[in-house]
């Protein structure tokens, strides 16, 4: 390690103290809650451990003030008032802070310089004014012998002495129990053995100590390192001494099994499953540069390490296998066989042992006991070979396996991988799954507040009407003014807010006028009484246009707020469906990190078969979702498998047929569209359809008859059906007539598919088709009936305009509607072939046609054909489905239905950019459910299924231009359980009628654009309208308006105000009149 | 009969804030009162009552739901709230033990009871109230006709006993009532729904079954 690694593991670990600190402080000092005696101990822990990483890693000022702000906490542990000044503490964080950020950024470990000890010496002085603070070690511990320090320009670990000769004073009581409660444990080794004294003979192996303190972990992973003290008793009476007191190694307590928390294992099987991968890495890296002699040792840490968080973390099997690992890389690199096929098999095999060990320790809670004992086969194995280690056999010590904890090497295992100069940040998947529902949240919410801004759109626009209706009125009151009035007030079109003064002026100059006998201009023939008269509509006259003036500029001033928040409501929009999608691509992983084990995978298969096979990956940087990338590596590994055992010749045939001896296995990975097409090829001896569908009549999968008319892919495609294979005698590796039937299976789970194809002696490619998420899928936006619908790309093979020409009844149909795939329809659809049949002939398929709207449902009454066609593939079935339209498609967040709510048919639910909620539709599953026996009319499957307006109240129209009439008569109405809808007139109302006319229409006479009557003389000439009821609604109260109502139709006519039974009994009477048999 | 305070406590549906301190004050006052609490609601044109332990939520404005097909009559579709997709269901034809025809969504011959505090009224049905009942993960929104009061039910008011229910001829299947709340001074009863069978059933009722298509 040197200096600038130093500094990383310093600021890192200090770092993450550092941010605990701050949040029990956080907690401690929260004014809601009461101080908590947890949170302060807490504090004191964390602070206590900043002490010793300092203390430790030579950063004399951030030890002086993290001890003082430990001891301030020990001081304020029994009584929360003695505690020191939040703002002390945290100013005694910030310089710690402060000072992290300059060695991270100088990634060199500066000594502090003297005025950062004077500084630190004063914050200290501040948390703990009694104390002394003329030295970092006063009172405490001093570094171990063999403790990194700083010795000037370098971090050495043998240093320590200088600073340890400084301390003079003894450990106070209060920091004794410090080091009893929190810096030594008990051992949980699992074993009864003895543990040596003083210092150990040989390696760190042989250490059988448990600390907990990370930074006297780090001492005590030091190569000569002394053991520290294991007992509290032994650091009370000798607290200087280096040398440890032992106690016996004994088999954990319940007690101690229980302190360690879930999250912690859960946290080792995390990074555990990374380290694995990392070997993995190195290993493939070994075997490319078999003289890379870093590769091994670098092997061996990561192997160490696994080990001793495993004993740590109560995986006692899982470390022994861990061990045996390690054991086999220390004997591969001092025997110097690193290079040999030997060597690099067995510790291929060793790893895939220590992959699936971890597996099951995941599972079951340890590691099979099966794996170790393979594991130790393996180390016999390797010994047989000749290969010796010096060390101790694992098989003869077993239970000795040092189960010591991380070195300080580990510390640089917890460092932020990836590129130099890159940061990144190990999150739970459980943390990340909550913000990817935050996320959705946000989407949700924000569709919520665009429906309220429509509504205040809405009402603007209301408002604006009526403005325009004063206008009006206002110009009609002056036009109808006497011909002998004084000139005219200004209509009100022509009065701007700056043209007409304040009321108060229009009355002084209407009273000025009063008072001086006449208006300018106008002559002084005007009696008192005309001029009184003028005076007071005049005023009233020029208020209104005030009053619409000031509507006008608030209008407009409104149309500018509404545009300025719709801008910005769009704007969020956008931004919330990024963050939802940024957030689902948190979960994308690359490819890559499947490759090595292809790698590993290989090498072993090709060494069992005797081949020798050339894996290449292109695309590895492909991304996929994380639990896709997941459940893809079981497929793609029996893809290689059977390449490698099926499709690769053995070398000397390939010689034959002009090959290169060395067989070619391939994998490409890319993306289309929303999707990630990873096609797995081999240079082997190919299929041959023919033959396939030879073996599937002798086999007694298909009928000869079956056979002569199937396509060349359909006979390549039996190689999927269950139980059916090529091969005649089961291989270990392949052959078993189960893999590629539970590759298809695993894959479509991932709502995905996969396509073979390949030519005699040409090789053959398998082409796997997988969604990029499963949370994040490109839909089409699909309407059946009345309902839309999001159906995912990646289950619809191709859309199509069909006309009823297209469609074939049973009768047309060739075989009059035979079985297709499984499927019995009464019509179906001609669909051409690409390829020709394995006879030569052009084909076509005729496929079963559904109507996607009968299939689920939703066809309340008979409708128009669809027009559309989704082209769906389940499994070996085709279907076309029709639909009523299909829209483009766009990326959409499938968020899954409660259990009680699945469907067979649905994926999931998501909610669009404007609220919209939509069900996203597995319509591979909906095809694959269908009854052999289903047919395309009735659909007897399913049960009858009200929908909500069918069940809902029959619905009502009210048409008024008149919002408080609207709003008044819709409550009144709804209140009674009627289906509500408005319109502002008769324009408005026809074109919502022609959507779905009402069964009740609530018709004002005038309104703008049409008006009540025009309305219902259009209404008479057509016919669908014919079964609309109309009440109209008025305050014409004369008879001839009455009898024309009647006239045009008119069931009923109300006037204004009408009471609300009047209005409810009315409406009730005439559905009852026409619902009357 | 212990002296239970009868004067409405109405939940004011216009400020969501205004009706959170009324209900604190509600909840304070009412604290050192025996018995349960329990929501009066209308529901098939019945005046109900569920304990407010088994209700998680009341939203006086039920959003528009989106249709679920392979669901029973009742189901009346789905809608998101917060984080979770909820499944609104009609409980009239369950309570009233009609899972086959045509049942009217309104029974349209059942009286309309007097219900002095239906705090829902003023929006109409456009806001028709839902309850929302059950744990995370397996909730489901209860549509009703209108939410009222919150009443503390003592054991003194609360009829129980078997014969006395089935004297009152109650329509909904008994399964489904606990009792009936009888307030004292004659007021207004209700029917005391054992909103955990209800709700039982009605999740069971959505299950899609294996070799079932809906």
């Known amino acids: 390690m040197d200096n600038s690694d130093i500094a990383e593991v310093f600021v890192g670990e200090m770092r993450t103290l550092s941010i605990a600190v701050r949040n029990h402080l956080r907690a401690l000092w929260r004014p809601d809650a009461p101080a908590s005696a947890a949170e302060g101990a807490a504090l004191f822990h964390n602070a206590t451990e900043m002490f010793d990483l300092s203390a430790t890693f030579g950063a004399e000022d951030c030890a002086l003030v993290c001890r003082a702000l430990a001891g301030a906490y020990q001081d304020a542990l029994g009584d929360q008032s003695q505690r020191a000044p939040f703002a002390t503490i945290d100013a005694a964080l910030t310089y710690v802070e402060g000072r992290l950020d300059l060695i991270a950024s100088a990634r060199w470990m500066e000594p502090p310089r003297e005025s950062d000890m004077n500084e630190a010496r004063r914050l200290a002085r501040t948390l703990q004014p009694d104390a002394a603070f003329d030295a970092v070690w006063d009172g405490a511990e001093p570094p171990a012998k063999g403790t990194p320090t700083w010795s000037g320009s370098a971090f050495t670990i043998n240093g320590g002495a200088s600073a340890h000769d400084e301390m003079e004073e003894p450990l106070t009581e209060a920091e004794l129990a410090i080091l009893a409660e929190f810096r030594v444990s008990t051992l949980r080794t699992g074993a009864d053995t003895p543990i040596p004294t003083g210092d150990p003979p040989g390696g760190d192996e042989d250490l059988p100590i448990t600390l907990v303190a990370p930074a006297v972990r780090a001492r005590a992973e030091s190569p000569h390192e002394a053991v520290v003290a294991s007992s509290a008793e032994a650091s009370r009476a000798a607290p200087t001494d280096t040398q440890a007191v032992a106690g016996p190694r004994r088999a954990p307590t319940a007690e101690e099994l229980d302190v360690i928390p879930p999250e912690m294992r859960h946290l080792f099987l995390v990074e555990t499953a990374e380290d694995v991968q990392d070997l993995r890495v190195a290993l493939l890296k070994l075997g490319q540069r078999p003289d890379d002699h870093f590769a091994l040792p670098a092997m061996s840490r990561i192997a160490h390490k696994i080990r001793g968080a495993a004993g740590t973390l109560q995986f006692p099997t899982y470390a022994e296998i861990a061990m045996v690992f390690e054991e086999l890389l220390k004997t591969v690199q001092q025997s110097g066989a690193q290079s040999t096929p030997t060597a690099q098999s067995v510790l291929l095999r060793g790893l895939v042992i220590l992959q699936s060990a971890l597996a099951s320790a995941e599972s079951k809670g340890d590691a099979d006991q099966g794996l170790l004992g393979q594991a130790r086969a393996l180390y016999d194995e390797l010994r047989a070979t000749g290969v010796e280690s010096q060390a101790l056999s694992p098989r003869a010590e077993p239970s000795a396996a040092p189960t010591t904890l991380g070195t300080a090497a580990d510390s640089t295992s917890k460092l932020p991988r990836g590129a130099e100069g890159e940061s990144l940040l190990r999150v739970d998947v459980r943390r990340l799954d909550t913000l990817i529902s935050h996320a959705a949240e946000l989407t949700m919410n924000r569709a919520g507040m665009s429906h309220h801004i429509e509504d205040v759109g809405r009402l603007q626009a209301e408002m604006e009407l009526s403005l325009a209706r004063l206008r009006q009125l206002s110009a009609q009151l002056n036009e109808s003014r006497p011909a002998d009035s004084p000139p005219q007030t200004p209509t009100i079109g022509a009065i701007s807010p700056h043209a007409v003064g304040s009321s108060s002026d229009a009355r002084l100059r209407a009273g000025g006028l009063s008072r001086s006998g006449g208006a300018p201009g106008h002559g002084l023939d005007w009696d008192e009484l005309e001029l009184d008269r003028f005076t007071e509509t005049d005023d009233a006259l020029r208020s209104m246009a ?14 500018l707020a509404m545009g300025q928040l719709s801008g910005l409501s769009v704007a969020q929009a956008e931004l919330a469906t990024e963050i939802q999608r940024d957030v689902m691509h948190v979960r994308l992983v690359p490819l890559s990190d499947l490759v090595p084990r292809l790698h590993v995978e290989v090498k072993g298969i090709s060494a069992v078969v005797r081949k020798e096979v050339l894996l290449t990956v292109r695309g590895e940087m492909t991304q996929i979702d994380r639990n896709i990338s997941e459940a893809l590596s079981g497929p793609l590994i029996e893809l290689m498998r059977n390449a490698v055992a099926h499709g690769i010749e053995p070398a000397d045939e390939r010689v034959e047929r002009g090959k290169s001896p060395v067989g070619s296995v391939w994998m490409h990975a890319y993306y289309v569209g929303s999707e990630v097409v990873i096609e797995v090829g081999d240079d082997g001896k190919g299929l041959n359809p023919h033959y396939l569908a030879h073996r599937a009549v002798a086999r007694n999968f298909i009928s000869e008859e079956t056979a002569r008319s199937m396509t060349p892919q359909d006979a390549l495609d039996l190689m ?57 899928v490109r839909a089409l936006r699909v309407r059946a009936g009345d309902e839309v619908f999001a159906a995912p790309v990646s289950s619809v093979q191709h859309t199509a305009s069909v006309s009823a020409l297209d469609i074939l009844t049973s009768t047309d149909a060739v075989g009059g509607g035979a079985p297709a795939g499984g499927l019995r329809s009464g019509r179906r659809l001609r669909v051409e072939v690409a390829e020709e049949s394995l006879t030569g002939e052009q084909q076509y398929e005729e496929i079963p046609v559904f109507v996607l709207a009968e299939l689920l449902d939703l066809a309340a009454e008979p409708r128009r054909e669809p027009a559309q066609a989704l082209i769906i593939e389940a499994g070996r079935r085709r279907v076309a489905l029709l639909v009523d339209d299909v829209a483009d498609a766009s990326e959409v967040v499938v968020q899954a239905l409660p259990e009680h709510l699945r469907r067979h048919a649905v994926r999931g639910a998501t909610v669009t950019p404007d609220g919209q909620v939509r069900l996203v539709l597995d319509l591979p599953e909906l095809v694959a459910a269908l009854r052999e026996d289903a047919q395309v009319s009735g659909a007897p499957r399913l049960r009858p299924v009200p929908r909500l307006t069918r069940a809902l109240a029959p619905r009502v129209l009210v048409v008024d231009d008149s919002v408080s009439i609207r709003r008044t008569v819709e409550l009144t109405l709804s209140r009674a359980h009627f289906d509500v809808q408005v319109a502002r007139d008769g324009v408005e109302a026809l074109e919502m009628m022609l959507v779905s006319p009402p069964r009740v229409l609530m018709l004002d006479i005038e309104m703008p654009r049409l008006d009540g009557f025009e309305l219902l003389s259009i209404m008479r000439e057509s016919p669908q309208f014919a079964e609309v009821r109309v009440v109209m609604l008025t305050a014409r109260a004369s008879e001839k308006h009455r009898r024309h109502a009647h006239a045009l139709g008119a069931s009923a006519y109300l006037l204004k105000p009408c009471p609300q039974e009047v209005l409810v009994d009315t409406v009730r009477g005439l559905l009852e009149e026409t619902s009357a048999p | 009969m212990p002296d239970v305070p009868r004067e409405p406590t109405t939940v004011a549906p216009d400020a969501e804030g205004v009706a959170g301190l009324q209900l604190e004050a509600h909840v304070e006052r009412y604290a050192e009162q025996s018995g349960d609490e329990y929501l009066l609601f209308l529901c098939a044109g019945i005046p109900c009552a569920a304990p407010l332990r088994a209700l998680r939520e009341v939203l006086l404005s039920t959003p528009r739901p989106v249709f679920l097909p392979f669901s029973p ?3 009346l579709g789905v809608f998101p709230l917060r984080m979770e997709m909820i499944g609104l269901v009609d409980p ?12 009217p969504f309104w029974p349209a011959d059942t009286p309309a009871p007097s219900f002095p505090t239906v705090v829902s009224s003023q929006y109409g049905a456009r806001t028709t109230p839902t309850l929302i009942v059950g744990a995370p993960g397996q909730t489901l929104a209860w549509l009703v006709q209108a939410v009222g009061d919150i009443a503390r039910v003592t054991e003194d008011e609360l009829v129980t006993s078997p014969e006395q229910i089935a004297a009152a001829r109650l329509p909904f299947v008994s399964r489904y009532v606990a009792g009936i709340y009888a307030p004292p001074q004659g007021g207004q009863q209700h029917v005391a729904l054992d909103a955990d069978a209800l709700m039982a059933d009605l999740v069971e009722g959505l299950r899609e079954k294996d070799g079932e298509n809906g």
Do not use: H
């Open chain 1, 546 to 559: 005030e009053a619409i003036a000031d509507l006008n500029t608030n209008a407009r001033a409104l149309k």
């Open chain 1, 720 to 776: 999927f059906l269950p139980g059916f294979t090529t091969v005649d005698r089961a291989q270990s590796v392949a052959g078993r007539g189960i893999g590629l039937d539970d590759v298809r299976t695993k894959i479509q789970g991932l709502k995905g598919s996969i396509q073979v194809r390949g030519e005699p002696g040409q090789g053959a490619v398998f082409r796997v088709r997988v969604p990029i998420s499963l949370s994040v």
């Open chain 2, 73 to 75: 009559r009742w189901m």
């Open chain 2, 92 to 103: 009239v034809p369950l309570l009233l033990g009609d899972l086959g025809g045509e049942t």
